[in-house]
């Protein structure tokens, strides 16, 4: 995923599409939260090679979902999460040889989702002149590290430990100190309207019974 020079993560980008993604009482519009898991996936491309291991699996994922969308004959069926669900049930292409689910790939991107938001969450929650590596750790050994191989869950925890203090690495996601403060404030409502689109997802996953797709 590259990025210009001077392109930033911008947290209300994030806040914006996840809004939007909300469809109807129970339903997640897939191409907003695509739009607003870009932007989150900025965040960690921002951050450096310390999360390629995050950022580039993500971006692959999205890009599966990405083309079921840009394709005519089959976007309909993938406006939405629960629509994507039921098409490939019923379909019997949840586990058919040589197609890629859809399904199978949002579950990957909702995992990442469950880190970030904790991630986040523990950032709020620090003083500038805290070190970020133990709360991404906490957040990685809750989320990824469960559905991550040995080698992963290794090379994952060194890189984490060169995380620098929270002060420094808002500087480098964000820029500028009024677009951290702007990020800040607008932290708490981001991470309930995020909480909202796991939720969603989560219960739908459970409905269908998806959660152990291989």
Known sequence: MALQNN???DIKIV???FEAALHEEDDIHLQFYLESFEELNKFFTLMGTVFG???KDLKAKMDILNEFLKDSNKSENFITVKKMIEYE???ELL???GYTSGSRTLLRLHRGLDFIQLFLKKLGDLR???STSSACREAYDQTLAKHHPFVIRNGAKVAIYTLPTREIL???VCGEL????KAMNLLPETLEVTAVVHTRIEKLYTVHDLHRLP
């Open 170 to 172: 808002l500087k480098k």
């Open 128 to 130: 500038d002149e805290e």
């Open 53 to 55: 291991f995050v950022s």
């Open 95 to 97: 586990n058919k040889k």
């Open 178 to 181: 009024d677009n951290i403060q």
């Open 15 to 17: 806040y914006d599409k």
């Open 7 to 9: 392109e930033k993560f």
């Open 89 to 91: 049930k019923q379909n």
